[in-house]
């Protein structure tokens, strides 16, 4: 067992009781979803500045000063649909079926710009948590995330506007962010619970870095068009 794993499981909170658990497992198991093809887009804006946004006519959310990204919206695969940002028309896009991908918010001569990532793959076991870092922090080669403020790491060199992922077991814990050996920005991250998906974002820049976190949710399903 590596330093990582003895700290995860140090860490570890245990919130459920066994019941629970499998009743949660079993919700998830009998929850209405969406036909075969479907995919799910959400938002993400790491800009210093908040965004009003919508997916494919879905719900209408806040992007920026509270959470960084948004609900994943759910589309049809190989279908046009549209993203709006402050009410106006930012893009016609179409993403694979079956995926799940996250579409950042940029500026680029003046005019919103999206970079798709994907976030597909992820975790499957409803009794694990997941964890996906995203490296959306300016002029940042290689961020890496550490278990509180030691040398356990959870993630190293991910690439700008790239995200890397991982199964743990449901954990309460702190955790520290960096591009390279520069400054480091710190979250704690609250008790997760078996079948949660949480993101945890880098932005700011390589010498002013933050980190902030939250749930990963989903529009739910018949909501959106």
């Not at 019941?19 to 949660?24: C, F, K, T």
């Not at 179409?94 to 500026?107: A, E, H, R």
């Not at 992820?122 to 509180?148: I, M, P, V």
Request: contains cysteine.
């Amino acid at each position: 067992m590596n330093k990582l794993q003895h700290a995860l499981i140090a860490a570890a909170v245990v919130s459920l009781s066994l019941p629970v658990a499998a009743e949660g497992v079993l919700a998830q198991l009998y929850a209405a979803r969406p036909p075969a093809g479907s995919s799910f887009v959400r938002l993400a804006n790491p800009l210093p500045t908040a965004v009003a946004t919508q997916v494919a006519g879905a719900s209408k959310q806040s992007l920026g000063r509270g959470a960084v990204a948004g609900r994943y919206a759910i589309v049809q695969g190989n279908r046009p649909f549209e993203v709006r940002i402050d009410g106006k028309l930012a893009a016609t896009l179409s993403v694979k079926p079956d995926t799940f991908n996250t579409l950042v918010i940029g500026k680029q001569g003046g005019r919103y710009a999206l970079t798709a990532i994907d976030d597909s793959g992820g975790n499957q076991d409803a009794l694990k948590s997941e964890l996906r870092f995203y490296n959306l922090a300016g002029a940042c080669a290689g961020a890496r995330l550490r278990l509180g403020s030691g040398d356990a790491t959870v993630f190293d060199a991910v690439a700008p506007s790239t995200a890397a992922a991982r199964t743990v077991n449901p954990v309460a814990a702190t955790f520290s962010a960096s591009c390279g050996k520069g400054p480091a920005a710190h979250w704690s991250m609250p008790a997760t619970q078996p079948g949660d998906h949480y993101s945890l974002f880098l932005t700011g820049t390589a010498a002013a870095p933050v980190l902030r976190g939250q749930l990963s949710a989903t529009e739910p399903y018949g909501k959106a068009p």
